[in-house]
């Protein structure tokens, strides 16, 4: 058996936590057990570098690696996050950690010390598996979360932030924005697993990063009327799965008639849940996707008319609450151009998928670098990379880090001849 690379070594270092013998793959929701232990883990890693690690009031871990004069301001940001969907694959999220300790140690075999600080990241929830708002921990960040509704969520096994919080060994009562924290970062750049096959039908291990589709999520509630599945006459039946099938019919239909637009109802829960028992409620959730904000905004009354018409003639009732909104992100233009530059053979992609990067992009310069996954499966266990790739995109990113910490978001100035 070949030597793994040292990207894959530290991957390997991780695969047996939060696997999911039910489901398959990984499921690692925030702040619980199996996200905790990573963090721990890559706490461990940071301090074994010498790094300066804190977390702060919201669960963002930050591991520093200091220039001479010690200044924590106009630092480059890198990293990514350590929890999971349900069921979810191994490398999204983690390889963007991972190849930020890796990039960090090929960096420190050429550097003694940064000229700006560099700091490696790791943000919670990004998936918002767990509290159903994601890319948590960098919303409350930027504070697009604010510290009271991120306290009104509850976890999807019933725990509540504050106690979930609290079980993190975090202060609930001091969560919320941090603009200085913000305004020390001079850029941030995430490395993730490509979600989809744009790199392999490029044949090319790493890409650029240029935008991510407006996206959101949103909760239905049918009610209906729980009843005997044996002695009640179908016609006498108020039955809110019905409905739930109809609308699950409708975002297919919506989102198929819109080129380009994405639609997926990925989570139902039906109450009280017997064979033989009707319904009382259904809770059920979409996911819409598109570049232009106002065509997600269209899907969802359209999906919302449907299921008005569904849950009327079925005698239920609904209620739609909106869970979490981001508008389309375009990456900062000088900084892709710059990375574009120092890796001119990476092609430039266009992601349906949500990063913590796209948050962040609301406030500081951000960009991203995708390896390429050769089954462009993700949000599932197939999701791979190979270990050269991991690899290759270690190194993309050093290259990059280097030349940023360097000489900062300013470009060298072309020497004359
Ligand atoms: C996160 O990966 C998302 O796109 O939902
Ligand atoms: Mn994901
Ligand atoms: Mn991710």
Not at 62 to 86: E, F, K, Q, Y
Not at 156 to 169: I, K, M, N, Q
Not at 196 to 220: F, Q
Not at 292 to 297: A, I
Request: charged letters at 25%; one cysteine or more.
């Amino acid at each position: 058996m070949s030597t793994p690379t040292p990207t894959a070594a530290l991957l390997a270092e991780i695969e047996e936590i939060g696997r999911d013998p039910e489901r398959g793959g990984y499921s690692r929701p925030g702040f619980a057990a199996a996200e905790l232990t990573l963090r721990d883990w890559f706490v461990d890693h940071a301090r074994r570098r010498g790094l300066d690690v804190e977390i702060d009031a919201d669960g963002v871990v930050w591991a520093w690696w200091l220039p001479a004069d010690g200044t924590r301001h106009g630092a480059i940001g890198t990293g990514s996050h350590l929890d999971s969907v349900p069921g979810g694959g191994a490398y999204d999220g983690p390889l963007g950690v991972v190849s930020a300790l890796r990039a960090m140690d090929l960096l420190r075999a050429r550097i003694d010390r940064p000229a700006r600080p560099l700091v490696l990241m790791v943000l919670p929830e990004e998936e918002g598996s767990r509290f159903g708002v994601p890319c948590l921990g960098s919303r409350l960040l930027t504070g697009e979360l604010t510290a009271t509704r991120a306290r009104s969520l509850v976890a999807r096994d019933g725990v509540p932030f504050d106690e979930a919080l609290r079980s993190a060994g975090l202060d609930p009562e001091v969560v919320g924005a941090r603009p200085e924290a913000l305004a020390g970062l001079a850029a941030f750049l995430e490395l993730h697993v490509e979600q989809g096959r744009g790199l392999a039908d490029l044949d090319r291990p790493v890409a650029l990063g240029r935008s991510i589709l407006a996206h959101g999520r949103w909760r239905l509630e049918i009610r209906g009327r729980g009843d005997h599945a044996g002695s009640t006459l179908m016609e006498d039946r108020a039955d809110p799965v019905l409905v739930a099938a109809d609308v699950v019919r409708a975002v297919r239909a919506a989102a198929s008639r819109v080129p380009g637009a994405r639609g997926t109802v990925g989570r139902i829960e039906v109450v009280p849940g017997g064979t033989n028992v009707i319904a009382s409620r259904v809770l059920l959730w979409f996911d819409l996707r598109h570049a232009e904000e106002g065509v997600v905004r269209d899907l969802v009354e359209e999906i919302i008319a449907a299921a008005s018409s569904a849950a009327e003639a079925e005698g239920c009732g609904i209620a739609l609450s909106e869970e979490s909104f981001s508008p389309e992100v375009v990456f900062d233009a000088a900084l892709r151009e710059r990375l574009g530059t120092l890796l001119p053979q990476a092609p430039v992609l266009d992601t349906g998928a949500g990063h913590d990067a796209g948050v962040l992009a609301a406030a500081i310069p951000t960009g991203m670098l995708f390896v390429r996954n050769p089954t462009g499966t993700s949000h599932a266990p197939d999701e791979v990379t190979s270990d050269e790739d991991a690899e290759a995109g270690s190194e993309a990113l050093a290259h990059v880090l280097e030349d940023l910490l360097a000489h900062g978001l300013r470009p060298p100035t072309p020497t004359r001849p």
